[in-house]
């Protein structure tokens, strides 16, 4: 039967499985990252088959990556979910799953099965981006209720999409990171289009626009240490001439400026105004010390859900609560939602994790943002990531990372989507440079 050798940009094979099996993948991998993003979502069935295919075509093709650090911390992770699920059979059988939760362990690693479809190639990368952002950008007809939302959105009523709107806002707030990252390609290369830019320009105000009437604040506060490590990417591993640097930066400075201001045009100041300082009387209480009566507002409940976090993490720190944890501390009279429900989760994925699978799961979770920063600025020093794509994975990663801060967004459908996305891409690269480092370690030195 005929292989396919899918290789990156340097013509280096990355994975050689049978033609039908690699397009079978692609297209799970197309499926598994836009449905969530559409009113179908996504069917079991599609993201079982891609992780049963995506794991043969992996463990049975990949050359030279098998058992690399995202597979040991796959392997640990499973480890962990089950010594963790064995504790809570142990100490709470009550409140112990029937079985451990590896499913709750394997939607973090899906990255590895993408990576072997995108396999470093730069075109093929850029089209996968260019597809999920589009995705993105339609939500509010694929998911949503289309131009009355938006409509509804600019009058103060908070858009949604038909997704959590703190996760909908991230979805946008990424894809105008983007825009921004790849604005020199997008409108300058090969020369300046007076056409790109305006269309540029619309869909950065655009993602902008739809990122403010979700109100995430989240995302808000995410956007801005996105937006400086980009710009401290460009500065440092650019090697144009300091001048043209701070063009660039100062163009895309300003395009941001203009299409905020485009935005708070439509009557988006008061919205923003009023999110943000229903919290202000909540700073001034902590940074006056006062933590007796935190008010029950969207951060006061973050604080108070912190230190039961805490608390629970102290209780249990080698094997966790398992795979319900957020719901289980948070199960308090003085902490219930306003119809009576549970909180499933810290709202902070750090903590969550921690709190889920212990000290173990944290490190799993550190692990592996720690394994794709690094690697992406190796791929970068060995010339097999393009300047641009380094500094939008930079920027995206520092993005995610600040979110997952103020939400459980690794345990949350579209913010696992975007940790793989996010991952998928930096790791197809780093896999290329790794083969290659093997092959011809004098070239890597």
């Known amino acids: 039967m005929k292989s396919l050798s899918v290789k990156g940009t340097s013509g280096e094979a990355i994975v050689s499985p049978p ?3 690699f397009w079978l993948l692609s297209l799970l991998a197309v499926l598994y990252s836009v449905l969530p993003l559409t009113f179908w979502r996504l069917p079991n069935a599609v993201e079982i088959l891609f992780a049963v295919f995506g794991l043969y075509v992996f463990f049975r093709y990949a050359r030279g990556i098998r058992w690399s650090l995202p597979v040991k911390l796959f392997a640990a992770a499973i480890v962990i979910a089950t010594l963790s699920w064995a504790g809570m059979v ?7 799953r ?11 690693f899906m990255f ?3 990576a072997c479809v995108l396999a470093g190639n730069h075109r093929r990368i850029q089209t996968y981006l260019i597809t999920f952002g589009v995705f993105v950008l339609v939500m509010p007809w694929l ?3 289309g131009f009355s939302e938006i409509a509804n959105g600019l009058d103060g009523v908070r858009a949604e999409f038909g997704i959590n709107p703190i996760r909908s806002g991230l979805l946008f707030g990424a894809v105008a990171l983007g825009l921004i990252c790849f604005g020199y390609r997008l409108v300058l290369r090969p020369g300046l289009s007076i056409v790109r830019l305006i269309v540029w320009l619309l869909l950065l105000l655009f993602a902008l626009t739809m990122l403010f009437i979700t109100q995430s604040r989240t995302a808000m506060v995410a956007l801005v240490p996105g937006l400086l490590m980009a710009f401290l990417l460009l500065m440092a591993f650019s090697r144009v001439a300091r001048r043209t640097k701070f063009y660039i930066a100062g163009g895309a400075v300003a395009a941001l400026v203009l299409s905020v201001l485009l935005s708070l045009a439509l009557g988006l100041s008061n ?3 009023d999110r943000f300082g229903q919290e202000a009387e909540l700073v001034s209480q902590v940074i006056e010390g006062d ?6 507002s969207s951060w006061g409940l973050r604080l108070l859900f912190i230190s039961e976090a805490f608390d629970g993490i102290s209780e249990r720190p080698l094997t966790g609560w398992g795979y319900r944890a957020g719901e289980i501390v948070l199960d308090t009279p003085e902490l219930r939602q306003g119809d009576g429900g549970v909180f499933s989760q810290v709202h902070n994925s750090y903590l969550e994790a921690a709190l889920r699978y212990g000290i173990g799961g944290l490190i799993v979770v550190l692990g592996l943002f720690a394994w794709a920063v690094v690697g992406i600025l190796r791929c970068w020093r060995h010339r097999q990531m393009p300047l641009d794509m380094m500094i939008f994975l930079g920027a995206t990663f520092s993005y995610f990372m600040v979110a997952n801060l103020f939400d459980g967004l690794l345990f949350q459908t579209e913010g696992v989507l975007m940790f793989n996305v996010l991952m998928g891409v930096a790791a197809s690269y780093i896999f290329q440079d790794m083969q290659l480092s093997a092959r011809e370690p004098e070239r890597h030195i």
């Open 19 to 21: 033609a039908w099996l």
């Open 90 to 96: 142990l100490d709470h059988p009550d409140l112990a």
């Open 98 to 108: 029937s079985g451990p939760s590896l499913e709750d362990v394997l939607d973090k």
């Open 112 to 114: 590895l099965f993408l």
């Open 143 to 145: 998911s949503g209720n």
């Open 271 to 273: 919205l923003i105004e």
């Open 291 to 296: 933590l007796d009566e935190i008010p029950k």
